[in-house]
């Protein structure tokens, strides 16, 4: 922080949230001649796991694997999906509203055997 035109002094911060989400915080400093405040937000994911599909159909026919998307945040989200790889398909776009999962289809539909 910089105070009064000539010193600066360091203010450490512990954050320790318990959960995943978005926590807001404000930092008021007052003296004699001055108030500065300072907003704070901390976005916070739940552990990230890697996940693989395995995908497995006859040639010529789909099979679709719903992929659930939770929104525990404090405000709507909009993705936009960019499928890579060839014989797979689902919604370019997907909104999940706060506090609610949303399935994103993915659905995988071979033209050949592979």
């Known amino acids: 922080f910089f105070l009064g035109g000539i010193d600066t002094v360091e203010f450490p911060i512990k954050f320790t949230p318990k959960y995943p989400g978005c926590y807001h915080c404000q930092i008021v400093l007052k003296s004699s001649c001055d108030i500065r405040v300072y907003e704070i937000e901390c976005v916070v994911n ?14 010529y026919q789909a099979v679709t694997q719903e992929i659930p998307i939770s929104n525990i945040s ?15 398909h689902g919604p ?9 999962t949303v399935q ?10 592979s």
């Open 46 to 59: 739940a552990d990230q796991a890697d996940a693989q599909l395995e995908f497995l159909t006859p040639a």
């Open 74 to 88: 404090s405000e709507d989200w909009r993705f936009e999906a960019h499928l890579e790889g060839q014989c797979f």
């Open 92 to 100: 370019p776009i997907i909104n999940v509203p706060v506090g609610q």
């Open 104 to 113: 994103y289809p993915l659905t995988f539909k071979p033209v050949a055997e």
